[in-house]
């Protein structure tokens, strides 16, 4: 079956630091590829996504490749910000019979102190 | 724009109590889920429903029913709540599951915050 897999959290960073969230994923068929955040108390928002191999999806500051040959779509950013501190996802959509079902990493807790 | 609204915010059941988790959309998407967030496990999906008219399971199903009432609302009910049930749950919409909108991607409301006590 199809899942994503996202480096464990919580990533603690100084404001201004370099970010590298880590995403790898098993696919049967070619799937599109997403990052969603979720900040406090709220649902999760898209944040940036690909939909063929070398695509690179940005959004915020936020860049991310698809990458067919190592499976990933790690999430990058070059100077994070304290209001980036959040939960990201990685996530996945690909056909399984008849639809294409989306799935979701664990999720991973950026904090960002000033 | 409303996008996906979900009541109620925060709900405490007893074991055994039944409810109703309510969603509506109004971006006129075809298709719209239900998960549960879980500390540790991420999103997992419950219940989906690729176009009014029908629904289908996901991954972890049991204890829930589903209703897609028209094609804008989704209704998550618990029969018989068990403590294993306490979450938070979130509905979603897409623009479509099938065809050429495949890609699309989900918009999410805020959530219920569910306790089973």
């Known amino acids: 079956g199809n899942s994503v897999t996202q480096m464990e959290g919580p990533v603690t960073l100084s404001e201004e630091a370099f970010l590298t969230i880590n995403c790898t994923y098993t696919?049967?068929?070619?799937?599109?590829l997403f990052w969603y955040v979720q900040y406090p108390g709220e649902g999760l928002q898209l944040l940036l996504k690909?939909?063929?191999?070398?695509d690179k999806g940005s959004n915020k500051g936020f860049e991310a490749t698809y990458r067919k040959e190592t499976t990933s779509f790690h999430l990058e950013k070059g100077s994070v910000q304290v209001s980036d501190s959040a939960v990201y996802f990685c996530?996945?959509?690909?056909?399984?019979?008849?639809?294409?079902?989306?799935?979701f990493g664990r999720g991973t807790s950026l904090i960002v102190h000033p | 724009n409303a996008g996906v609204t979900q009541t109620p915010k925060f709900q405490v059941l007893k074991t055994g109590q039944s409810m109703t988790l309510q969603c509506a959309q109004d971006?006129?998407?075809?298709?719209m889920y239900w998960y549960r967030q879980d500390p540790g496990m991420g999103l997992r999906l419950i219940y989906y429903?690729?176009?009014?008219?029908?629904?289908d399971k996901g991954e972890v199903p049991n204890g829930y029913n589903v209703s897609r009432l028209n094609k804008r609302e989704f209704s998550l009910r618990l029969e018989s709540a068990a403590p294993s049930q306490t979450s938070v749950y979130f509905c979603?919409?897409?623009?479509?599951?099938?065809?050429?909108?495949?890609?699309?991607?989900?918009?999410f409301g805020n959530g219920t915050r569910l306790t089973v006590t």
């Open positions: 979603a919409s897409s623009e479509s599951m099938t065809g050429s909108s495949y890609n699309s991607p989900l918009h």
């Open positions: 696919a049967t068929g070619y799937p599109s």
């Open positions: 690909a939909t063929k191999a070398d």
């Open positions: 996530a996945l959509s690909d056909r399984v019979g008849g639809s294409y079902i989306p799935t």
């Open positions: 971006m006129n998407h075809n298709s």
């Open positions: 429903s690729a176009s009014e008219g029908t629904t």
